[in-house]
């Protein structure tokens, strides 16, 4: 069986849990439960701290996980990234009270609390930039009003957290994060169809399907407008002046194309979502 960590509570859980749903796999019934096993699919879930699944994984106890970028590489684990899973997105960002940091080399001996010591430490070594670092728990904000610390750095999402503590955003992005699939880079049976079942879900949100009719003489303007992957499939209709076409597109673009193709032509336009892939 693949032994599987997911992050049990916090930002990732819901979306993990939810994206190997949509991967067919049938986890705990339970928020409670730890340990969930899915003979079908031959693999075994373990709910843990998204902070502690590099851990899990890069030791080996753990086949493979989800957590993030950030937590990956604070973890200081030899897990690697396999994939990006598209949610979770975060930026990682120093922030202090307006006016008083300009750039990075301003927190030269100061005092800078996170809860990304590692991740945080790494940066401003490689940038040699020295600083007292206070590792706290959470809500890492509310250090420079309470004076255990004379900047932050945290995840930043919309900011809200931020502005609401009263701190201003410098410097440079340290990282961009997101949810990702990680391994210990040994192969294990049944890793490569989980992750193609997990690309499969993203293929499914991130396009749809197209069908529409058109005049032979415009097919090949109608296929440079939506290409597809390979080529659009191209169908025969009883009326032999005109065509079906049938063509996946980014979802994003839906109706984009969709007025470009009836402005040449195309004509019983149908968009259909996607629940399943594999490419
Ligand atoms: N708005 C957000 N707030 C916090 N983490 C976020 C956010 N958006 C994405 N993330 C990502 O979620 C992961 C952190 O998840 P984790 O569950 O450890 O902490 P959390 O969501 O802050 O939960 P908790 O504070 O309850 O422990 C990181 O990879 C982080 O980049
Ligand atoms: O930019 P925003 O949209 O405001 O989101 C970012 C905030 O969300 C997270 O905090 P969380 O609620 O997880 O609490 P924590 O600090 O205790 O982890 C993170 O640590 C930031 O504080
Ligand atoms: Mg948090």
């Not at 020295?130 to 728990?137: A, F, H, K, N």
């Not at 961009?176 to 391994?183: E, G, I, K, N």
């Not at 192969?187 to 949100?205: F, S, Y």
């Not at 197209?210 to 009326?239: F, H, K, W």
Request: net charge negative; charged share 20%.
């Amino acid at each position: 069986m693949l032994r599987i960590a997911v992050p049990n509570k916090g930002s990732l859980s819901e979306s993990a849990i939810q994206m190997l749903s949509e991967a067919g796999y049938s986890g705990r019934r339970d928020t409670r439960e730890l340990h969930a096993a899915d003979p079908r699919n031959g693999v075994e879930f373990f709910y843990l701290r998204p902070r502690d699944i590099a851990t899990y994984v890069g030791s080996g106890a753990l086949d493979i996980g989800i957590t993030g970028r950030d937590l990956l590489l604070d973890s200081g684990s030899p897990a690697r990234e396999v994939a990006e899973l598209s949610f979770g997105d975060s930026t990682f960002r120093f922030a202090g009270a307006p006016g008083r940091f300009a750039q990075l080399s301003a927190l030269e001996g100061v005092r800078v609390a996170t809860s990304y010591p590692g991740l945080v430490g790494a940066f401003l070594a490689d940038q040699g930039v020295s600083v007292t670092l206070v590792p706290l728990d959470g809500a890492v904000e509310s250090a420079v009003r309470l004076g255990v610390a004379d900047a932050v750095a945290d995840v930043v999402s919309t900011g809200g957290t931020l502005r609401a503590a009263g701190l201003e955003i410098f410097g440079p992005v340290i990282l961009q994060s997101t949810a990702v699939l990680v391994d210990s880079g040994a192969p294990k049976p049944g890793a490569d169809t989980l992750l193609r079942r997990l690309q499969g879900v993203l293929v499914a949100r991130t396009y749809v399907m197209v069908d529409y009719d058109i005049r032979l003489e415009n097919i090949d303007e109608a296929c440079r407008i939506a290409p597809g992957m390979q080529s659009p499939t191209v169908s025969p209709l009883a009326d032999n002046e005109w065509a079906a076409v049938r063509v996946m597109i980014p979802r994003e673009e839906t109706n984009e194309v969709m007025d470009r193709l009836y402005e040449l032509g195309a004509r019983a336009i149908l968009v259909t979502t996607i629940h399943a892939a594999r490419l």
